[in-house]
């Protein structure tokens, strides 16, 4: 998944100033676009995340030098962007998917299993598996007696 080039975002945010500095907190939603992890069709979604960062003043920011990820006001501005990139990039799904139950593609030819329905397959006439699949229906399992009979209809009727 991704946000497609010139999406617009929309951020709803608040801005509070703190000892530190400036404390922004709010949603942040966007576009996605992206490919499903099944079937590779087009997957359109909204991503929506929650952001809350503190923008240090950069005469607070010595406390923090050590840390790399802390961000300083510069110029009295907050870039937002760094931010907002973060937090869509950490939220957006590693497989996303058309639909939830989304049966992908036949590993055999292809064919998207959504359209060519649940029975598609191909015989396989590989004589390798000849004698395992023979094995199979020995083994099966047989005369399960669980059910078969009820214990009323034994009963004589009077
Ligand atoms: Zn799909
Ligand atoms: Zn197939």
Redesign the pocket.
């Known amino acids: 998944m991704w946000v497609p080039a010139g999406a617009t975002a929309a951020l709803d945010l608040r801005l509070e100033s703190v000892i530190e500095g400036v404390l922004v907190s709010g949603t942040i939603v966007a576009p996605l676009r992206g490919e499903c992890g099944r079937c590779l069709d087009e997957v359109s979604d909204v991503g929506t995340v929650e952001v809350r960062e503190l923008f240090y003043y950069a005469d607070r920011a010595v406390d923090v030098a050590d840390d790399d990820d802390a961000r300083v006001l510069v110029d009295d501005h907050a870039d937002l962007e760094p931010v907002v990139r973060d937090a869509l990039v950490l939220d957006l799904p590693l497989s996303p998917t058309c639909r939830p139950d989304c049966a992908g593609l ?6 998207r ?1 959504d359209e ?1 329905g649940p029975h ?3 015989d396989r006439l590989d004589a390798r598996w000849a004698a395992l699949s023979a094995l199979a229906e020995d083994g099966a399992p047989t005369g399960t007696d669980q059910g078969r009979s009820d214990p009323d209809e034994s009963k004589e009727k009077k």
């Open positions: 036949c590993a055999d030819c292809g064919a299993l060519v598609h397959s191909h």
